[in-house]
DNA sequence: CAGGATCCCTACGGATACTG
DNA sequence: CAGTATCCGTAGGGATCCTG
């Protein structure tokens, strides 16, 4: 009779401020926190707001090195890629919607 | 390089507490606006809002009786009803996810 | 460099009261 | 009945400063 309680949960997820965008943009390779930060233009603060939410829902993978200056890089889960796939099943979608009218 | 502008104004307006839920409710026939309010537990003001956003992006239609007292139905249009299908996508890939661990 | 802490402003949404 | 208007608390997110 409804959403999902998961999927509306993943659907409140994608929709906060660079969610989408940064599974889009680590769809193949890993990058950086300052790298993300740079590219998406995203306050220090929200990013790794939303890598933690991306990370505990197991669509990112954080993989931090013991080094001076620290490094830790970001990448696609399968369950990620699974997720990436979906929205870009929504641009596809919603450039359907153009003809349905 | 990410989802399109469009994509994520649909995305973001079904994050939306009640949205894809008025959706959902609107899969066969049509409602009226009390009832809506009853079954999905939303205050008027809210409830009036998401079908306000709801019709703006043509998902649902309005129509409006004119009778005393007044009655007010909505029902999917054709757009609605894809992007519904889209929602119900998304059901399964939350369900799959669980696999892919 | 990768964040955490703080301050602050805006958006979202419930409760209540009111009106055509 | 179908909303709108108002009040108000909570969540989201930018800017800035700080630290391991």
Redesign the interface.
């Known amino acids: 009779?409804?959403?999902?309680k998961?999927?509306?949960k993943?659907?409140?997820v994608?929709?906060r401020r660079g969610a989408?965008?940064v599974l889009?943009?680590r769809g193949r390779g890993s990058a950086r926190f300052s790298d993300l930060g740079a590219v998406l233009r995203l306050s220090p603060r929200t990013l790794a707001e939303r890598l933690r939410e991306l990370h505990l829902m197991?669509f990112v993978d954080r993989r931090a090195y013991a080094e001076v200056p620290p490094r830790v890089e970001y990448s696609l889960t399968?369950?990620g890629k699974?997720?990436l796939e979906?929205?870009m099943?929504?641009?596809r979608?919603?450039?359907?919607?153009e003809e349905?009218?």
Do not use: H, N, Q
């Open positions: 009779m409804g959403l999902s998961g999927a509306r993943v659907l409140k994608l929709a989408s965008e889009w943009a197991g399968p369950r699974r997720v979906f929205l099943e929504l641009d979608v919603v450039e359907t919607l349905v009218r």
